[in-house]
Protein backbone atom coordinates (compact mmCIF):
# COMPACT_ATOMS: atom_id res chain seq x y z
CA UNK A 1 0.00 0.00 0.00
CA UNK A 2 1.10 3.30 -0.82
CA UNK A 3 0.22 6.74 0.86
CA UNK A 4 -0.61 9.49 -1.50
CA UNK A 5 -2.42 12.84 -1.52
CA UNK A 6 -4.92 14.48 -3.72
CA UNK A 7 -5.05 18.19 -3.73
CA UNK A 8 -8.10 19.70 -4.50
CA UNK A 9 -9.79 23.16 -3.80
CA UNK A 10 -6.88 24.28 -1.59
CA UNK A 11 -6.67 21.05 0.81
CA UNK A 12 -4.86 17.60 0.61
CA UNK A 13 -6.99 14.54 0.68
CA UNK A 14 -4.98 11.53 1.81
CA UNK A 15 -4.99 8.84 -0.45
CA UNK A 16 -4.15 5.09 -0.55
CA UNK A 17 -3.09 3.32 -3.53
CA UNK A 18 -3.60 -0.85 -2.95
CA UNK A 19 -4.97 -3.76 -5.51
CA UNK A 20 -8.63 -4.46 -4.81
CA UNK A 21 -10.59 -7.85 -5.56
CA UNK A 22 -12.68 -6.44 -8.40
CA UNK A 23 -15.77 -8.60 -6.83
CA UNK A 24 -15.63 -5.90 -3.85
CA UNK A 25 -16.28 -3.02 -6.44
CA UNK A 26 -19.69 -1.37 -7.20
CA UNK A 27 -20.49 0.67 -10.02
CA UNK A 28 -20.99 4.52 -9.08
CA UNK A 29 -24.80 5.24 -10.57
CA UNK A 30 -24.24 8.58 -10.27
CA UNK A 31 -20.82 8.93 -12.13
CA UNK A 32 -21.99 11.33 -15.29
CA UNK A 33 -21.10 8.58 -17.80
CA UNK A 34 -23.35 5.83 -15.85
CA UNK A 35 -25.81 7.96 -14.80
CA UNK A 36 -26.29 9.18 -18.65
CA UNK A 37 -26.37 5.67 -19.66
CA UNK A 38 -28.48 3.76 -17.41
CA UNK A 39 -30.47 5.98 -15.64
CA UNK A 40 -34.56 6.14 -16.57
CA UNK A 41 -37.44 7.52 -15.20
CA UNK A 42 -36.21 7.76 -11.48
CA UNK A 43 -35.48 4.53 -10.85
CA UNK A 44 -31.75 3.42 -9.32
CA UNK A 45 -30.15 0.62 -11.84
CA UNK A 46 -28.85 -2.38 -10.37
CA UNK A 47 -24.91 -3.33 -10.53
CA UNK A 48 -26.32 -5.51 -13.00
CA UNK A 49 -27.72 -3.19 -15.07
CA UNK A 50 -24.66 -1.27 -15.52
CA UNK A 51 -22.44 -3.65 -16.26
CA UNK A 52 -24.62 -5.00 -18.95
CA UNK A 53 -25.13 -1.10 -20.81
CA UNK A 54 -20.96 -0.60 -20.05
CA UNK A 55 -19.90 -3.98 -21.37
CA UNK A 56 -21.76 -3.39 -24.71
CA UNK A 57 -20.02 -0.60 -25.35
CA UNK A 58 -16.95 0.11 -27.69
CA UNK A 59 -14.84 2.00 -25.29
CA UNK A 60 -15.32 -0.53 -22.99
CA UNK A 61 -13.86 -3.56 -25.63
CA UNK A 62 -10.77 -1.12 -26.13
CA UNK A 63 -10.52 -0.91 -22.93
CA UNK A 64 -10.53 -4.46 -22.33
CA UNK A 65 -7.76 -5.16 -25.13
CA UNK A 66 -5.78 -1.71 -23.93
CA UNK A 67 -5.73 -3.48 -20.26
CA UNK A 68 -5.20 -6.69 -21.28
CA UNK A 69 -2.16 -5.73 -23.32
CA UNK A 70 -0.60 -3.57 -20.38
CA UNK A 71 -1.03 -6.32 -17.61
CA UNK A 72 -3.34 -3.23 -15.90
CA UNK A 73 -4.90 -0.21 -15.44
CA UNK A 74 -2.50 2.81 -16.39
CA UNK A 75 -4.68 4.99 -14.06
CA UNK A 76 -5.95 3.81 -10.93
CA UNK A 77 -10.10 3.33 -10.25
CA UNK A 78 -10.65 6.07 -7.73
CA UNK A 79 -12.97 4.59 -5.17
CA UNK A 80 -14.59 5.61 -1.45
CA UNK A 81 -12.98 3.38 1.28
CA UNK A 82 -16.28 2.50 3.00
CA UNK A 83 -18.39 0.92 0.56
CA UNK A 84 -15.76 0.56 -2.24
CA UNK A 85 -17.81 2.64 -4.87
CA UNK A 86 -15.80 3.04 -7.72
CA UNK A 87 -16.58 6.60 -7.98
CA UNK A 88 -14.33 7.33 -11.31
CA UNK A 89 -13.04 4.60 -13.70
CA UNK A 90 -16.64 2.37 -13.98
CA UNK A 91 -15.82 1.74 -17.58
CA UNK A 92 -11.97 0.22 -16.45
CA UNK A 93 -14.52 -1.89 -13.81
CA UNK A 94 -16.14 -2.94 -16.64
CA UNK A 95 -13.26 -4.01 -18.86
CA UNK A 96 -11.39 -5.67 -15.61
CA UNK A 97 -15.15 -7.61 -15.12
CA UNK A 98 -14.57 -8.58 -18.45
CA UNK A 99 -11.74 -9.42 -18.27
CA UNK A 100 -11.90 -11.77 -14.89
CA UNK A 101 -14.93 -13.58 -16.77
CA UNK A 102 -11.92 -15.08 -18.75
CA UNK A 103 -9.72 -15.61 -16.44
CA UNK A 104 -10.44 -15.00 -12.90
CA UNK A 105 -6.87 -15.85 -11.42
CA UNK A 106 -5.09 -12.73 -13.25
CA UNK A 107 -7.75 -10.53 -13.31
CA UNK A 108 -9.03 -10.72 -9.74
CA UNK A 109 -7.89 -7.15 -8.59
CA UNK A 110 -6.99 -3.95 -9.63
CA UNK A 111 -4.96 -1.21 -9.10
CA UNK A 112 -7.20 1.93 -6.75
CA UNK A 113 -6.36 4.99 -5.18
CA UNK A 114 -9.16 4.71 -1.67
CA UNK A 115 -10.66 7.95 -0.99
CA UNK A 116 -11.27 8.30 3.01
CA UNK A 117 -14.34 6.82 4.09
CA UNK A 118 -15.80 10.55 5.04
CA UNK A 119 -15.24 11.82 1.97
CA UNK A 120 -17.63 14.70 1.38
CA UNK A 121 -19.90 14.58 -1.47
CA UNK A 122 -18.57 17.85 -2.39
CA UNK A 123 -15.44 16.65 -2.51
CA UNK A 124 -16.87 13.71 -5.00
CA UNK A 125 -18.52 16.09 -7.06
CA UNK A 126 -15.31 18.42 -7.65
CA UNK A 127 -13.30 15.26 -8.27
CA UNK A 128 -16.11 14.27 -10.96
CA UNK A 129 -16.03 17.65 -12.02
CA UNK A 130 -12.22 17.28 -12.37
CA UNK A 131 -12.46 14.61 -14.77
CA UNK A 132 -15.71 15.05 -16.84
CA UNK A 133 -16.19 18.80 -16.99
CA UNK A 134 -12.64 20.25 -17.01
CA UNK A 135 -10.77 17.24 -17.82
CA UNK A 136 -7.74 16.47 -19.60
CA UNK A 137 -7.34 17.88 -23.57
CA UNK A 138 -7.71 15.25 -25.97
CA UNK A 139 -4.96 15.68 -28.59
CA UNK A 140 -5.87 17.12 -32.06
CA UNK A 141 -5.45 14.75 -35.15
CA UNK A 142 -2.19 16.11 -35.86
CA UNK A 143 -0.68 15.72 -32.60
CA UNK A 144 -1.64 12.29 -32.50
CA UNK A 145 -0.13 11.85 -36.13
CA UNK A 146 3.03 13.75 -35.33
CA UNK A 147 3.67 12.03 -31.79
CA UNK A 148 3.00 8.34 -33.71
CA UNK A 149 4.97 9.41 -36.53
CA UNK A 150 8.17 10.54 -34.23
CA UNK A 151 7.75 6.88 -31.95
CA UNK A 152 7.86 5.07 -35.01
CA UNK A 153 11.10 6.83 -37.17
CA UNK A 154 13.13 7.05 -33.39
CA UNK A 155 13.21 3.01 -33.36
Known sequence: MTEISLTLRGKEIEVSRRFVNVNKLTF?????????????????PTQSDIFEKLK???????????????????????????????????????????????????WSSVKCDILPADISDDD???????????????????????YLYRRHTAN
Open 28 to 44: YPDNPRVFSLVWSHGIE
Open 56 to 106: SMEHVKQLFHTIKANGGVTDPLIVRDKDYVVLEGNSRLAAYKLLQEKDPIN
Open 124 to 146: IFSILGEYHIIGRKDWLPYEQAG
